[in-house]
């Protein structure tokens, strides 16, 4: 079975970075598909952030592009966030996901809360 | 970016009624359109893909159409673990956006 859980912080001070890692069992992250950071702000609205692909290239939401970073370190199986300068509007629940051929979303983490505030 | 909009934001309903929730894109998205159900757990599980393509183990009362700009999602009889969010999620063109949520509630 394929699971993905975030794990990090749940409270970052404004204009640090926030950091978090997706870890994934039951399936390599270098074997195919794109992984993908995506968060849910408070009201409910949803951002698709960015992904790295099983070849390690990564595609940025634009809006974000000069704050984030997607990494992994496939000895652990790991993918990772990385977005910098953040602010009160980062305040949301961010999830991993797996995105499939047909750009479906099709396996989520449980999703952790991070909160910025000084 | 395309701006997904979806309607309605909210709706109350029974046990057994037939609903549908819209979602209008601010261009055309040639029947790229993705649904999702997100529980109250926050456990987020795809529902369909390509518009009407139902995902494995998602249940047959759940069904997906509509072309060009304007897509829906229909629940034929709803059951009590219905009672859920639902995002729309185009992928025309990214970056890939989402409709804004409609959160469907027992009446």
């Known amino acids: 079975e394929i699971q993905l859980q975030e794990s990090g912080p749940g409270l970052v001070k404004p204009s640090q970075s926030l950091s978090l890692t997706c870890s994934v069992t039951?399936?390599?992250?270098?074997?195919?598909?794109?992984w993908s950071w995506i968060r849910k702000f408070p009201g409910n609205k949803m951002e698709w952030m960015g992904y790295?692909?099983?070849?390690?290239?990564?595609n940025y939401n634009p809006s974000l592009k000069i704050r984030i970073s997607i990494t992994r370190d496939t000895s652990k199986n790991q993918f990772f966030l990385q977005l910098n300068s953040v602010t009160t509007e980062d305040t949301a629940t961010y999830y991993c996901?797996?995105?499939?051929?047909?750009?479906?979303?099709?396996?989520w983490g449980q999703g952790v809360m991070v909160t910025v505030s000084s | 970016d395309i701006q997904m909009t979806q309607t309605p934001s909210s709706m109350p309903a029974s046990l057994g009624e037939r609903v549908t929730i819209s979602c209008r894109a601010s261009q055309g998205i040639s029947n790229y359109l993705n649904w999702y159900q997100q529980k109250p757990d926050g456990t987020i599980k795809p529902l369909i893909y390509?518009?009407?393509n139902l995902q494995s183990g998602v249940p047959s009362r759940f069904s997906g159409s509509g072309s060009g700009t304007d897509y829906s999602l229909t629940i034929s009889s709803l059951e009590p673990e219905d009672f859920a969010m639902y995002y729309c999620q185009q992928y025309d063109s990214s970056p890939w956006t989402f409709g804004g949520g409609t959160k469907l509630e027992l009446k």
């Open positions: 790295i692909s099983n070849s390690g290239s990564t």
């Open positions: 390509y518009t009407s």
């Open positions: 996901a797996r995105m499939d051929g047909w750009y479906l979303f099709d396996y």
């Open positions: 039951g399936y390599t992250i270098t074997s195919g598909y794109d």
